[in-house]
């Protein structure tokens, strides 16, 4: 996969799905080679393992995070008595994820189950996870992993959902440690997008041309003509306009007072509303809500 990380989760969404969990409590013991559908998260609490993982070997100890991705073909031995939590999880949405399963000793050609396999994190070009992760802050990393699995065998209500909010956010930390470190993309300078929500977002703020242009990564003069070529007005009276279409929903649906609607659509006060309203729908907001009333 030449993919990004980023550019596969726009279609692809990340919902993990804890599909085994348990607290793995065994004398020495070995699990023959096979080959897996989903992810394998496994913490070596207490004991000495030896993973092999497409060919390689792995001496873990207690305190150590093994990783093992989908598609690797493993073998592993615990060679003293061991506690091993761990997980099988997906974390990339499949609709038949229910049919996946956690492969038995000996499934090498998993081919049939193609439409099950996930996709590793280390196929996008822009990750590179090891199988013996080191989460740059591994107590609180350990302590959501053991919670996780204390939730997966509670069998408490709603504990589903707590349980994928921690997946996400350990996923969410491994990607950020392991991806290729680059800095903040601006908007490209011919994409004006992101305009319309971000004059949502704070249409009750002091929005400068200024502060939007350098947003855009443009001078003032040009974004002013990029922006007009692209919605037909200034972004003064863009703004405008979604300051007086939030502030007529507001005064037709509610019982908020005038100044208050001024105040949360962005006007200097209750005077400068009723002029721009006024200007606008050749009413006064007043009249407007006895209208509508």
């Not at 989460?135 to 709603?158: E, N, T, W």
């Not at 950020?176 to 300078?189: E, F, L, N, V």
């Amino acid at each position: 996969m030449s993919d990004t990380f980023d550019h596969y989760v726009q279609s692809h969404p990340i919902v993990p799905y804890i599909r085994l969990a348990d607290y793995a409590v065994r004398e020495p013991w070995f699990i023959p080679e096979r080959r897996i559908l989903d992810y394998l998260l496994v913490y070596i609490q207490e004991g000495q393992c030896l993973f092999e993982v497409d060919k390689v070997p792995y001496h873990l100890g207690a305190g150590e995070l093994c990783l093992i991705q989908p598609n690797s073909v493993l073998a592993l031995r615990g060679l003293t008595k061991t506690l091993t939590p761990f997980v099988h999880m997906d974390i990339f949405y499949n609709a038949q994820r229910e049919l996946s399963f956690s492969t038995l000793p000996g499934q090498l050609d998993l081919s049939a189950y193609d439409h099950l396999l996930q996709p590793g994190l280390n196929d996008f070009t822009d990750l590179n996870l090891p199988v013996v992760i080191k989460p740059r802050h591994a107590v609180p990393f350990i302590d959501q992993f053991m919670k996780m699995i204390g939730l997966c065998l509670s069998g408490q209500p709603y504990s589903a959902l707590e349980v994928q909010s921690i997946a996400t956010e350990l996923v969410l930390s491994l990607v950020r440690q392991y991806g290729q470190s680059k800095p903040s993309a601006s908007p490209a300078p011919q994409d004006l997008n992101w305009i319309t929500s971000y004059f949502s977002f704070h249409l009750s703020e002091n929005i400068s041309v200024h502060d939007m242009a350098r947003r855009a990564n443009l001078s003032t003069s040009r974004f002013s003509k990029l922006f007009l070529k692209t919605f037909g007005v200034s972004p003064y009276q863009h703004l405008l306009q979604l300051r007086l279409k939030h502030a007529n929903e507001l005064l037709r649906g509610g019982s908020l007072k005038l100044h208050q609607i001024a105040e949360y659509c962005g006007f200097a006060n209750e005077q400068h509303f009723s002029k721009a309203y006024k200007k606008a729908f050749g009413i006064s907001p007043g009249s407007a809500r006895k209208q509508d009333e």
